[in-house]
């Protein structure tokens, strides 16, 4: 995988060129995307390439459900077909503004729902490489890119990432823009970033965002808190022996590791993910419904008709719910700095069960905006990617960063013979 940290320190030494390494970026997609389809849209060559800021030198891919003046949006759906916005989204216009050169627009599954897209899995072709956000995970993964924008509703950033094998973050709510993308559902729609390492998307969020967000190593190893709760046994044995695994490298390193058990709040709040995301992509995607339903997958057109049918006073306790999870999640780091949990019940399925896999251990996350990443480097017995999910405290996401950079450390200290 091509990685942010030493793309940017080779520029910056004289080592590298912006032009030679965007010219690799779009070589590795012209060799590799054929096979793993990651890619929805390509920015024609010739495009010039930033002279400077942070990002220079950097390709990035950009989920497509984002807008793009130079290339198509078409947001996973024959609906849009040939559409071409007039303006980026913000979060497009930073990455310019800021160096970063947008190669692509990475395939999204329809309208950035569950219906699997043509993207494979880097590490297997038979797995699925997640959703909403495969493209963008699996670019990565695949070393066509060095970083890639997503988003998350559900687990559509950390549940990609882990089954590509790479570092996925999820920002607290509302820390990046979503203006100029396909809304799903306002109040948990949340864009994400992916690249090859913790380090590598903690630079490149803090380079796109101009905060400091962890790209230094932690000072002390973290107090973690091992998180139990009742969707445990829906993990994969193998999935649950992976946490187990992470908390005692973390214990032998120095980390003081306990166990949290889920709040009753925060259960509620899992349950009311799913009225709340249905409600909002019903009115959010009211249009489709109205004029296109006979060009929606049939598992979309069900849901928003299921929201549809969502009374206002339904929502309105969801939301209600949805708040004293978010109040109870903050009481959760009152004696931990981070929770430990799985970041899906296992590896990739495979994509002939014609899933993206399951969100049941990110959505109560999106729901309370809570920051997340995935930690990679741990794998099944198949040798497919198992990955670690790290859960901050809502707006301390350069704490959560700096104890995944130091987890991932030490996790591949602990496979070393």
Same mark, same amino acid.
């Given at each position: ?13 004289? /080592? ?7 010219? #690799? ?5 012209? $060799? /590799? ?29 950009? $989920?497509?459900? =984002? ?37 692509? $627009?990475?395939?999204?599954? @329809? ?16 797995? +699925? ?5 495969? &493209? ?26 882990? =089954? ?14 979503? &203006? ?7 109040? %948990? ?21 101009? #905060? ?25 044995? @193998? ?16 980390? +003081?590791?306990? @166990? ?7 259960? #509620? ?21 109205? =004029? ?7 598992? %979309? ?90 859960? &901050? #405290?809502? &707006? ?11 987890? @991932? ?9």
């Amino acid at each position: 995988m091509q990685s942010v940290s030493k793309i940017i320190a080779d520029i910056a030494a004289g /080592r590298d060129t912006p032009a030679g390494t965007i010219a #690799r970026s779009r070589a590795a997609i012209g $060799k /590799r995307d054929n096979e793993i389809h990651a890619f929805e849209a390509v920015a024609p060559g010739g495009t010039g390439t930033a002279s400077e800021g942070p990002l220079v030198g950097i390709a990035v891919g950009v $989920k497509d459900i =984002f807008d793009t003046y130079d290339m198509p949006t078409r947001y996973g759906s024959p609906i849009y077909d040939g559409f071409r916005p007039r303006a980026d989204a913000p979060i497009v216009a930073m990455a310019r503004a800021r160096g970063a050169y947008v190669i692509g $627009k990475t395939v999204t599954t @329809e309208l950035a729902f569950l219906d699997p897209a043509k993207t494979v899995n880097p590490h297997d072709p038979a797995h +699925t490489p997640g959703g909403s956000s495969s &493209g963008s995970a699996a670019a990565v993964a695949a070393g066509m890119i060095p970083a890639a924008i997503g988003t998350q509703t559900g687990g559509s950033v950390i549940r990609p990432a882990a =089954f590509c094998g790479v570092a996925g973050y999820k920002p607290s709510f509302r820390l990046f823009p979503t &203006g100029g993308m396909k809304t799903f559902a306002w109040t %948990l729609d949340t864009a994400g970033f992916f690249a090859a390492s913790v380090a590598d998307v903690a630079l490149f969020a803090a380079l796109l965002g101009g #905060r400091d967000l962890g790209a230094d190593p932690v000072t002390s190893p973290p107090r973690i808190g091992l998180y139990r709760s009742e969707i445990d046994n829906e993990a994969s044995a @193998e999935m649950r022996d992976a946490v187990t695994r992470a908390a005692a490298i973390a214990e032998r390193a120095g980390a +003081t590791v306990v @166990e949290v058990c889920e709040p009753e709040q925060i259960r #509620r709040g899992r349950d009311v993910h799913a009225v709340v995301q249905g409600y909002e992509a019903a009115i959010s995607l009211a249009h489709e419904l109205a =004029f296109h339903s006979d060009e929606l997958s049939g598992v %979309l057109r069900e849901t928003l008709e299921e929201g549809r049918s969502i009374p206002p006073n339904a929502y309105d306790e969801a939301r209600r719910a949805a708040r004293h999870a978010r109040k109870t999640a903050t009481g959760l780091f009152d004696e931990v700095d981070i929770l430990l949990a799985p970041s899906a019940p296992g590896a990739g399925p495979l994509r002939s069960l014609g899933t993206t896999g399951s969100a049941l251990f990110n959505k109560v996350w999106t729901l309370t905006g809570n920051p997340c990443v995935n930690v990679p480097g741990l794998a099944d017995s198949a040798g497919m990617p198992l990955g670690i999910q790290l859960i &901050g #405290r809502f &707006g301390r996401d350069k704490q959560t960063l700096q104890a995944a950079r130091w987890l @991932e450390g030490e996790i591949a200290a602990g496979l070393r013979p």
